[in-house]
T-cell receptor, first 110, second 114 residues
Framework: AQRVTQPEKLLSVFKGAPVELKCNYSYSGSPELFWYVQYSRQRLQLLLRHISRESIKGFTADLNKGETSFHLKKPFAQEEDSAMYYCALIDGGSQGNLIFGKGTKLSVKP | DAGVTQSPTHLIKTRGQHVTLRCSPISGHKSVSWYQQVLGQGPQFIFQYYEKEERGRGNFPDRFSARQFPNYSSELNVNALLLGDSALYLC?????????????FGPGTRLTVT
């Protein structure tokens, strides 16, 4: 079954420290993976998708098919990065529906 | 454009009642998807509509139904409400089928079943 696992419920770091939010997936075939972010009192929004290979707000994520991982990284965390982060994949057998992980709450302390 | 809009913002219902949630997609978007987000979990897919036809259905009971109107807005209906239906219901729209196009989420409707 297709599944997304985010092992950390909460990740707390100090401003300026590196951040890595973990995401592992279970999928047969070539997955299409995303990171979504939800800032306090805002709606869920796309942060980045692996096929675009972009760096958004200093965040990057590399798809590692061997380890079935898509970890989100940022070298220097900022307080405004504090938010809920969700890893998701597109259900290839469907019409593009998203399968989400449970999310990781990132807290960046001053 | 205000983005995806959903109504109502909050709703309190009693077990056994019926509820209708509404979603207006971004102007020009033809696809609407519904997700349920229970506290502490990620969103879970319920339905997808594209060009007014159901294109996908998640693992939810028949008490859940939806439809899309000619103006591409959508309704999610839940009958015989259970306590476990308490959740944030999210609507997302995309320009065309979401397999190729970004999904934009609304603010959600918070449903509480007592």
């Amino acid at each position: 079954a297709q599944r997304v696992t985010q092992p950390e419920k909460l990740l707390s770091v100090f401003k300026g420290a590196p951040v890595e939010l973990k995401c592992n997936y279970s999928y047969s075939g070539s997955p299409e993976l995303f990171w979504y972010v939800q800032y306090s009192r805002q709606r869920l929004q796309l942060l980045l998708r692996h096929i675009s290979r972009e760096s958004i707000k200093g965040f990057t994520a590399d798809l590692n098919k061997g380890e079935t991982s898509f970890h989100l990284k940022k070298p220097f965390a900022q307080e405004e990065d504090s938010a809920m982060y969700y890893c998701a994949l597109i259900d290839g057998g469907s019409q593009g529906n998203l399968i989400f992980g449970k999310g990781t709450k990132l807290s960046v302390k001053p | 454009d205000a983005g995806v809009t959903q109504s109502p913002t909050h709703l309190i219902k009693t077990r056994g009642q019926h509820v209708t949630l509404r979603c207006s997609p971004i102007s020009g978007h033809k696809s609407v998807s519904w997700y349920q987000q229970v506290l502490g979990q990620g969103p879970q897919f319920i339905f997808q509509y594209y060009e007014k036809e159901e294109r996908g259905r998640g693992n939810f009971p028949d008490r859940f139904s939806a439809r899309q109107f000619p103006n591409y807005s959508s309704e999610l209906n839940v009958n015989a409400l259970l306590l476990g239906d308490s959740a944030l219901y999210l609507c997302a729209s995309s320009l065309e089928r979401p397999a190729r196009y970004e999904q934009y989420f609304g603010p959600g409707t918070r449903l509480t079943v007592t």
